[in-house]
């Protein structure tokens, strides 16, 4: 299937957004640690109606409102990965759960007694999604930040537009970037 390819200015930075004729595939931080991963060599840039409701979407959440639809999203990865941002879409705006948490959420609709919140976290890291799909929403146990794709400073104002009081979450010293 070919993937269409677009930039949008955001206040926190430029995004790439990759998307198909099913929806929206992709959307990264320029600069960001999975920069465009899994994007195909095979792909035209090209504005699409995925992309403009991405962008409308987009404007509201950095307006500091929570959107009221969600543009379609067409995500591809293993089985564990597409639980696991399943898991993501379903963080309440506004709210945070910690790895520990996913991985036990998992485990449940597996019907396991436990689920590493370590491969949790790696499923998170790669959601190609950025956002759209609230990998942000994770934290670490005891409220630290560790890891965003897009860098740990992007994470907090984006926990912060959501009403979120980031005092209350700690950076582990040495992490700010990607």
Request: glycine share 16%.
């Amino acid at each position: 299937m070919m993937q269409y390819t677009g930039v949008c200015q955001t206040p926190l930075g430029e995004v790439l957004l990759a998307g198909d004729g099913q929806g929206l595939t992709g959307l990264w931080f320029k600069g960001g640690k999975y920069y465009a991963l899994g994007l195909p060599p095979e792909r035209e840039e090209r504005e699409t109606a995925v992309f403009d409701q991405t962008r409308r979407w987009l404007d509201i959440y950095f307006s500091g409102r929570e959107p009221d639809f969600m543009p379609p999203i067409h995500l591809t990865g293993t089985p564990f990965q597409l639980a696991v941002w399943e898991l993501l879409r379903r963080i309440p705006y506004g709210q945070t759960l910690t790895y520990g948490e996913l991985a036990a959420r998992i485990a449940a609709e597996r019907g396991l007694a436990h689920m590493s919140a370590q491969a949790v976290g790696g499923a998170v890291g790669h959601n190609p999604v950025s956002i759209l799909v609230p990998c942000h929403r994770v934290v670490g146990k005891n409220g630290s930040l560790t890891g965003y794709a897009g860098g740990l400073d992007r994470k907090i104002k984006l926990l912060g537009l959501e009403g979120l009081d980031t005092g209350r979450f700690c950076v582990p010293a040495g992490k700010t970037g990607p």
